[in-house]
């Protein structure tokens, strides 16, 4: 997990280069490359590295939608934020998300758990 969105050190772009570098190793682009860096570079960074995973946080019902057609339900991962976020909020977005009930619940908690090695072990 990386928090991205500030110039000079943590860049999108940066972080997608940093996944090309360490294929095997998945990155989570933190605040979805917040500040000046959210439109234009935060989607096109994500087709850069397979191994470079969207948050839900920072992004409207419309963006994740986008992002889920870009790369697919299995690269993003809910998060809530909290404290600084509201669960309602964020699960909000998830529902309003044009996606299978296997998608939405991949990105609730299954992507992660598979990032995690956890499939499989009955957590």
């Known amino acids: 997990y990386v928090v991205t969105g500030s110039a000079v050190s943590a860049e999108p772009l940066q972080l997608a280069e940093l996944a090309r570098q360490h294929p095997t190793v998945p990155f989570i682009m933190g605040v979805s490359g ?3 860096f959210k439109l234009r570079d ?5 087709g850069q590295a397979a191994n470079l995973y969207a948050e839900t946080v920072g992004n409207a019902p419309d963006s994740l939608t986008r992002i889920v057609q870009r790369v697919g339900e299995g690269r993003v991962v809910f998060v809530s934020d909290s404290p600084f ?3 309602d ?3 909000g977005k998830l529902e309003r998300l044009p996606v299978s009930a296997a998608a939405r ?3 609730l908690g299954g992507n992660m758990a598979r990032l995690l090695g956890l499939q499989g072990k009955g957590e």
């Not at 935060?42 to 994500?46: A, I, N, Q, R, T």
């Open 42 to 46: 935060f989607v096109p960074s994500l």
């Open 85 to 87: 976020g509201t669960m």
């Open 105 to 107: 619940a991949a990105i």
């Open 34 to 36: 917040g500040g000046d």
């Open 89 to 91: 909020l964020e699960l």
